[in-house]
Nanobody, 124 residues
Framework: VQLQASGGGLVQAGDSLRLSCTAS????????MGWFRQAPGKEREFVAS????????YYLDSVKGRFTISRDNAKNTVYLQMNSLKPEDTAVYYC??????????????????WGQGTLVTVSS
């Protein structure tokens, strides 16, 4: 499975961005997907995850109400819509696939494949 993330960029506080992650290989509709992020000098942290059919989602508390994860199984793509961005959202964002589960895990250790990361920078 290969994951290609895109959509990052430099924005101002309060702006929006939509990240995309397209998968190739495997059967996309059969596994859960997640987004994680890593800021300079910090551990990689969970941001959001979605079950195989989009029916279950989980979010980091600090992004609830601002970020929305969704997926389009026909396009093998998962999205992260980020609204009301804050400087503390600045990080490299990674998408990840959990091939062993259809449910949405919040632990990075459950994810088997990772995209290359896309940088999101939010200026104040």
């Amino acid at each position: 499975v290969q994951l290609q993330a895109s959509g990052g960029g430099l924005v101002q506080a309060g702006d929006s961005l939509r990240l995309s992650c397209t998968a190739s290989g495997g059967t996309f509709r059969s596994y859960a997907m997640g987004w994680f992020r890593q800021a300079p000098g910090k551990e990689r942290e969970f941001v959001a995850s979605v079950s195989w059919n989009g029916g279950t989602t989980y979010y980091l508390d600090s992004v609830k109400g601002r970020f929305t994860i969704s997926r389009d199984n026909a396009k093998n793509t998962v999205y992260l819509q980020m609204n009301s961005l804050k400087p503390e959202d600045t990080a490299v964002y990674y998408c990840a696939a959990d091939l062993l589960s259809v449910v949405a895990s919040t632990s990075r250790y459950d994810y088997d494949y990772w995209g290359q990361g896309t940088l999101v920078t939010v200026s104040s």
